[in-house]
Every structure is written in C-alpha cells, then in structure tokens.
C-alpha cells in the first residue's frame, strides 16, 4: 500500500507499507510525523506561514482521538472532507487515474519492481499537471459550497 502527500508543486512524502503491516492509527501516526518534517524541509515557506493543510479522509484511524491529538498538539490545519466525497479529493479524482493510465497493461516481476516503477511515476509528474489537478480542486470546492454540499454535476 502507498501512502501519498502531495501538493501543487508535486510530491511531499511517501511512503510504502511493508509488506505484511497492519495499516492502523498508529502506523498513520508514524507517516503524520514523518509528513510534518516532510513540510518543515521542502515547504518551508507554507510550513513557517501555516499555510499548508492536511487532507486526508474520514478512515476510522485518520480521525482517531489519537491522531486528532498529534494534529492539535502540532498545529497541523486539516481540510475536512465531507463524508463519501471522491469528487473533493485529488487523489481520488486525480492522482490515481494518472498514476493507473501511465502503469496500466505493465508487468512486474516482484514488489520491488513495482515500488520502483510507481516511484518513478509519482516523481515524473510535471508540476503543470498538479497544478491544473488543484485549480480542479478549487473549482470543485466552489461548487460544493455553491450548492451547500449537496450534489452537483462536474464540470
């Protein structure tokens, strides 16, 4: 399993699951730690301003009390997403499409392979592309205010 930050500039951190790990609020809690020095280093403009948010989902482990609290004790600003929402979330509307369509019909010999090709992937991306792919979420956002979260049609 992936795990991915990303931004408009590309991406801030990721990181690979073990083979075999239970993904659980205290494996989240390591990434977050690793994310924020992740900011402090590459974005230190965002970071130093407060700038930057977090958006992650509402799995059960990302809104944990302990997490809420590493969150809050760290100043981390989150970006709440609404409840099944993959239209607000770029990774889910963006990020892994591209990354699918540029891997799709690809062989691989062991999870090696595939953790090299899929970093190769995520690191090629040009920083037009995630830069459209948050204008998209800008637009997005609009919309779902405009229409006080109910649904709407895409653009």
């Given at each position: 399993m992936l795990?991915?930050?990303f931004?408009?500039r590309?991406?801030?951190?990721h990181?690979?699951?073990?083979?075999?790990q239970?993904?659980n609020?205290?494996?989240?809690?390591e990434?977050?730690?690793r994310l924020r020095d992740?900011?402090?280093?590459?974005?230190p403009?965002?970071?130093a301003?407060?700038?930057?948010q977090?958006?992650h989902?509402?799995a059960?482990?990302?809104?944990s009390?302990?997490?809420?609290?590493?969150l809050?004790?760290?100043?981390?600003?989150v970006?709440?997403?609404?409840?099944?929402?993959?239209?607000?979330?770029?990774?889910?509307?963006?990020?892994f499409?591209h990354?699918?369509?540029?891997?799709k019909?690809?062989?691989?010999e062991?999870r090696?392979n595939i953790i090299?090709?899929?970093?190769?992937?995520?690191?090629?991306?040009c920083?037009?592309?995630?830069q459209?792919?948050?204008?998209?979420?800008r637009?997005r956002?609009?919309?779902?205010?405009?229409?006080?979260?109910d649904?709407?049609?895409r653009?």
């Open positions: 795990t991915i930050f931004d408009s590309g991406v801030v951190h990181k690979y699951a073990p083979q075999g239970k993904i609020k205290e494996y989240y809690l990434i977050l730690r992740a900011v402090r280093s590459k974005r403009e965002p970071w301003t407060g700038t930057w977090l958006h989902d509402n059960p482990d990302h809104s009390q302990m997490i809420e609290i590493f809050a004790k760290h100043n981390i600003p970006a709440r997403k609404t409840p099944y929402s993959p239209d607000m979330a770029p990774y889910d509307y963006w990020l499409f990354l699918k369509s540029k891997l019909r690809t062989r691989f062991s090696d090299g090709n899929m970093t190769a992937k995520l690191y090629s991306i920083k037009d592309a995630s459209k792919c948050f204008e998209q979420r637009n956002w609009k919309n779902c205010v405009r229409s006080q979260a649904y709407f049609e653009d």
